[in-house]
């Protein structure tokens, strides 16, 4: 049974994922669906499409009435574990959100500075993180991000 592990950067730590069923599974994408790790006011589960190969988590998050929240995307570094047959996905710290109205958002870029400042990424791993960003912002300005969250929308519901 795949097993799957989120590692954080700041703060240092990996969680297993066993509350995250996994929806659908191949050699391109991994489809979740999760109840909130800590409980928020703004959303209450969602559904994420991890794209190993291109280094993001797509992710439509949704409040308790089952009413979209908004789009959250994660810049990520995979590890795949043949062996255990588990994926470690590392946070890779900037964030883009994508809000029902359309408008974008990136996020946390002082804090990839701050791991890149600190030591605790390298110069490598901050250029792949950049690098991916783009590719993301790409997918979003242009509206092909719609690949991912179109599969997001056939797992929604039902539940």
Known sequence: MTELFRKRLIPDECIHLDGDRILYHDDGVIITRWETLHPKDTFA??????????GYKISKFFKSDNSPAYIYCDIIDTYYDAVKDSYIFTDLLADV????????????????????????ISHELLSLALRRLD????????????RYTNLIDKYVFPL
């Open 135 to 146: 590719s993301l912002l790409s997918l979003a300005y242009s509206g092909d991000i719609s």
């Open 97 to 120: 959100i994508i809000e029902n109205d359309g408008r974008i958002r990136v996020v946390d870029i002082d804090e990839l500075a701050d791991a890149f400042d600190s030591g605790i």
């Open 45 to 54: 589960w969602g559904i994420s499409c991890y794209v190993p190969g291109s």
